[in-house]
């Protein structure tokens, strides 16, 4: 193919019959978070650079060497979005949504980082993220959890683990930040060259490291979790009561930290081990000090995002999200006439029939090429029209899925037959 038109690195075209799963998805999330009280926000693409620097952080791999920035033709700095937390806040900021009411708000959409594309890493990519506003306490975090922890069940996923840490207060951080930085300086020598690098600018993020030696460091490096304050040790406690309440099993990580500088408290990700490197699928936790930073009033604030892409191919993997839906039926018009009648009686048959998929024949064909369109289409019957059928208002019937006779049905009956058809259908696959 000409190389002038191939997909940028990193950014990938989702097609059918694949783009069905992603709507599968996209309809679950928004019946689980909407029953809950969750109101979807839709926002905005790009951004002010400014934002993300300011909320994600300077010093963070993110901000520093991963977003899409340009200059818009007006000389101002702007980013693709590379997350949606941020965006949510300076709506809210901006709609003056955070007057010390509640909120509780989900968005979904393309995230952009230039970041190494491999299996389940892109340079677009996708997520489904929610985010509480004005409720400080850990119930709204076992919400949010429960949540997540629904959608996996109505997708069916399995091999997925629930981690969760503290981060405590900004003061807890900065205490143990220096009794981490500290140790980790007399390790100095023996630690990658990633971790020296963060030493000075972001120490946390090694705790992070994948490196075998780094880990093995870290083994005997001194935990957040000494270092809580007498609140943010309860409401952590706290947290895991309610976990328990709802049998929601999880895993304390005490080297959980995050890649992104706006958490305070609580931090979780759900991880699977079938994805391979790439394995959070869905990753947040508290940022009580975000709007308060980016000029709005102070407001508590938890939520989280998952990666569309790692949940369908982890859903995939667990082969429980159904095949694609074929038509039930295929109509074959031959001759002008019959065209005419059959889109017409196709118009009328779909509203007339609740989720009929019935697709039309297009461009003409012989009876037989026609018929190897509905075939192709995986159609379950075919509904056929020549000028004979017309004529006796009337239309043929032919099986394509099953051994069964084909049958000459009256105009006046097709709608039922067709219903009975898709309740048969709906029957067999079990929805
Ligand atoms: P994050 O951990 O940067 O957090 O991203 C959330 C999820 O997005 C990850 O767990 C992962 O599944 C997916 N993801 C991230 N980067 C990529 C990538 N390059 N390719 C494919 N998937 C990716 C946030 O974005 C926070 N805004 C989450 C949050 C919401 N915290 C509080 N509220």
Redesign the pocket.
Known sequence: MNGDVRAVRGFNDILPPASEHWQIVERIAADVLGRAGYGEIRLPLVESTALFARSIGVSTD?VEKEMYTFEDRNGDSLSLR?????S?VRAGINHGLFNGSQQRLWYRGP?F?H?RPQK????Q???I???AFGIPGADVEAELIALSAELWRRLGLERMTLKINSLGSPGDRARYREDLVEYLKRHGQDLDEDSRRRLSQNPMRILDSKVEQTRAILEDAPRIADYLDAEHASHFAELCNRLDALGIGYVKDPFLV???D??TGTVF??VTDALGA?D????????DGLVEQLGGRPTP???????????ILLAEACGKLPDAEQPHAYFVALGAAAECKAMSLARGLRSQVPSLRLVLNMGSGSMKAQLRRANRAGAGLALIMGDAEIEQRRVTVKFLQEERDQQLLDLDDLAEFLRSQVAEYKGTAGA
Not at 82 to 86: D, F, S
Not at 301 to 311: I, K, S, T
């Open positions: 993110i590379p997350e949606g937390t941020a949510c995230m980082r970041e389940g890493r892109y340079r990519f996708h997520q993220g929610a985010e995050r890649g992104l706006y958490y990700e759900w790439q959070a699928v869905c990753s947040g936790g508290r940022y604030a938890v939520g989280w995002a998952l990666g569309m892409e790692r949940l």
